[in-house]
T-cell receptor, first 108, second 113 residues
Framework: AQRVTQPEKLLSVFKGAPVELKCNYS??????LFWYVQYSRQRLQLLLR??SRESIKGFTADLNKGETSFHLKKPFAQEEDSAMYYC??????????FGKGTRLHILP | EADIYQTPRYLVIGTGKKITLECSQTMGHDKMYWYQQDPGMELHLIHY???????EKGDLSSESTVSRIRTEHFPLTLESARPSHTSQYLCASSEWGVETEAFFGQGTRLTVV
């Protein structure tokens, strides 16, 4: 079964501290993985995708096939990072499956 | 400007009424999706489409139906609304390819009283 697991519903981090949002997946094939973000009163939008291997707004994510993980990291949290973050998987049927989401709250 | 539009943004309606949530995109995308976002913010795929005359049910069973008569239009219909249908509904579209980005509309917040 295809599944995306985000174990933390809420993560509170102090400004300037490192951030790690966890994501594990279950998929028999070779997955395409993404992180989407939803800021307050804004649309859900793509943050980054693993195939691009890029850093967006200071965030990076590395696909670890051995651990079936795609954790999102940022070395120094900023207040504007407060948002809802979703890990997502795109399968060979072109369906996009989302995790339950993690609310990141940056404390001043 | 290329975008994806959902109307209405908010809808409060009585039990038993038929409703249609509209979704249109001017991005030229073949793939379109409907997600239901519950109060805990979890996203559930309820319908998707690969193109005109293609519709598939998603992972979450839904009493709603969809149609795809035109590439740009993917409406969702509830024949008889119930309070259990109260939720946020998100429409999205994307190009072909598993690595492509999905673009989301603003959502429709439906309340059935």
């Amino acid at each position: 079964a295809q599944r995306v697991t985000q174990p933390e519903k809420l993560l509170s981090v102090f400004k300037g501290a490192p951030v790690e949002l966890k994501c594990n997946y279950s998929y028999s094939g070779s997955p395409e993985l993404f992180w989407y973000v939803q800021y307050s009163r804004q649309r859900l939008q793509l943050l980054l995708r693993h195939i691009s291997r890029e850093s967006i707004k200071g965030f990076t994510a590395d696909l670890n096939k051995g651990e079936t993980s795609f954790h999102l990291k940022k070395p120094f949290a900023q207040e504007e990072d407060s948002a809802m973050y979703y890990c997502a998987l795109s399968n060979r049927d072109d369906k996009i499956i989302f995790g339950k989401g993690t609310r990141l709250h940056i404390l001043p | 400007e290329a975008d994806i539009y959902q109307t209405p943004r908010y809808l409060v309606i009585g039990t038993g009424k038929k409703i249609t949530l509209e979704c249109s995109q001017t991005m030229g995308h073949d793939k379109m999706y409907w997600y239901q976002q519950d109060p805990g913010m979890e996203l559930h795929l309820i319908h998707y489409s690969y193109g005109v005359n293609s519709t598939e049910k998603g992972d979450l069973s839904s009493e709603s139906t969809v149609s795809r008569i035109r590439t740009e239009h993917f409406p969702l219909t509830l024949e008889s609304a119930r309070p259990s249908h109260t939720s946020q509904y998100l429409c999205a579209s994307s190009e072909w390819g598993v690595e492509t980005e999905a673009f989301f509309g603003q959502g429709t917040r439906l309340t059935v009283v």
